[in-house]
Each structure stands twice: as structure tokens, then as C-alpha cells.
């Protein structure tokens, strides 16, 4: 079992900057090389915005997000960040890190992410105030 946990969500003013964290932990942790994030918005499907890869470090980014928020990870701490810059009322929503088998571009345009990854956090809400 991977155990993941999303920290750091909350309220920000639109222009703000936020930075998330997800802390995993679990036997299995060593099979699975990269983290992605998602972000659910009541109504939509949840979407993937932004992955890494632990072991080289290489970043992917939904267009989205792609030069306002940066995915960054502390593998001595067993931990993937996501800072999000620039943020407006439609960055709202909760956001998950998950993990799987699957490639990180397969991540961000998969339809059906809940079948695509094998773990996930309990998911953080992010308010962004207009």
C-alpha cells in the first residue's frame, strides 16, 4: 500500500501564490517513480494539471497551469510540491496527488484518471477569492 497526503491548501487572494505538498509513505512507495497532481471541480471531471518524475526530476504540465504553477519534489523527504502562482477563481477546486504505472502525459489527458492511477490522497481544497 502507497499512502498519500496533501498538505497546504486553503484560501488565497486571485494574483496569490499557494504551495501544496504531498508526503507518501508505504512498502510499495519504490515500485512507483512519479506523482502527478489533479484537480476536481464540483460538476467536472477531475483533470490532471501537473507530474513529475522522482527519479530525474522531469515535469510535465497541463496547458492549464503550464507557467503558472511549478511541480518540484524532495526525494529525501519522500515529497512532491506543487506551487501555483498567479492563481484566479478558476485555479478553485480540490486537488488530489495520486500515483501509478502509467507515463505522465498519459496522466494529464487521461478521461478516466480514477482508473488510470493506483493511489490516492484524500484530496485539499484550494478557495481562490476574487
Known amino acids: 500500500q502507497v499512502r498519500l497526503v496533501e498538505s497546504g491548501g486553503g484560501v488565497v487572494r486571485t494574483g496569490g501564490s499557494l504551495r501544496l505538498s504531498c508526503a507518501a509513505s508505504?512498502?510499495?512507495?519504490?515500485?512507483?517513480?512519479?506523482i502527478g497532481w489533479f484537480r476536481q471541480v464540483p460538476g467536472k471531471e477531475r483533470e490532471g494539471i501537473s507530474c513529475?518524475?522522482?527519479?530525474?526530476?522531469?515535469?510535465y504540465y497541463a496547458d492549464s497551469v503550464k507557467g503558472r504553477f511549478t511541480i518540484s519534489r524532495d526525494n529525501a523527504k519522500n515529497t512532491v510540491y506543487l506551487k501555483m502562482n498567479d492563481m484566479t477563481p478558476e485555479d478553485r477546486a480540490v486537488y488530489y496527488c495520486?500515483?501509478?504505472?502509467?507515463?505522465?502525459?498519459?496522466?494529464?489527458?487521461?478521461?478516466?484518471?480514477?482508473?488510470?492511477?493506483?493511489?490516492w490522497g484524500k484530496g485539499i481544497l484550494v478557495i481562490v477569492s476574487s
Open positions: 495520486a500515483t501509478g504505472q502509467t507515463d505522465c502525459p498519459s496522466m494529464l489527458h487521461t478521461t478516466t484518471p480514477l482508473a488510470l492511477m493506483d493511489y
Open positions: 513529475i518524475i522522482l527519479g530525474d526530476g522531469s515535469t
Open positions: 508505504g512498502g510499495t512507495l519504490k515500485d512507483y517513480d512519479r
